[in-house]
């Protein structure tokens, strides 16, 4: 086996359960995020840094966000779920806002800081269910904000940005007729097919 002479490092990311891991972003000092999912709570992390479960977290698969610093070494790792299950399909790091991560949930009691629930779609461990949205403090160590965004069928948030005044922009699909779309937006209701992209900015500033 012939290693490549320019890999400066290479770290698996993982426990003894089921892992996967969907997007990476660099942050502050060239700290490394990522996420995804994992089946297990069993992450090692250091005495300074956090592990931190938002949610029942019992189910098949949480969603999954890890921060390494530069060098690879694991700092900080969060941990989202309920009771069936989630995975995160994207996050965006900031210094000011901290980190937003979006996925799917399939869990009716999928952690929610702003009062919004579960809508419908797929509740075990098969498709999506609801999009989620969530924002956690830059050290991964508190759950700022989380909502979930979906109709009565399976919706899913692919990706996200942020912009200069917190708000998150969140792409996304859906097969829920009744997604809440907002009045006047440039589609308000679904125009047919398996599944419509959606596009959402939310203000996790607002609400309760």
Do not use: H
């Amino acid at each position: 086996m012939v290693i490549d002479p320019g890999l400066l490092w290479l770290s698996f990311v993982g426990t003894p359960g089921d892992d996967r891991a969907w997007a990476v972003k660099v942050g502050p000092g060239g700290d490394v995020f990522v996420a995804g999912s994992s089946s297990s709570l069993d992450f090692i992390v250091p005495p300074e840094g956090c592990l931190g479960v938002s949610g029942d977290a019992s189910g098949g698969t949480n969603a999954l966000i890890v921060r390494l610093d530069a060098s690879g070494l694991l700092l900080s790792v969060a941990i989202l779920g309920g009771a069936m299950d989630e995975e995160a399909t994207s996050l965006k790091v900031d210094p000011q806002w901290g980190v937003s991560v979006c996925g799917y949930t399939s869990s009716d009691d999928f952690p929610s800081t702003n009062g919004t629930s579960y809508a419908g779609g797929s509740t075990g461990y098969a498709f999506p269910g609801d999009g989620f949205v969530a924002r956690l403090s830059l050290d991964l160590c508190e759950l700022r904000y989380s909502t979930c965004l979906g109709g009565a069928g399976s919706d899913c948030m692919s990706d996200l940005d942020g912009n200069a005044r917190g708000e998150i922009v969140v792409l996304g699909y859906t097969s829920s007729r009744d997604f809440p779309a907002t009045p006047g937006a440039f589609q308000e209701k679904y125009q047919g097919g398996s599944y419509d992209a959606t596009l959402s900015v939310l203000d996790p500033s607002r609400g309760p």
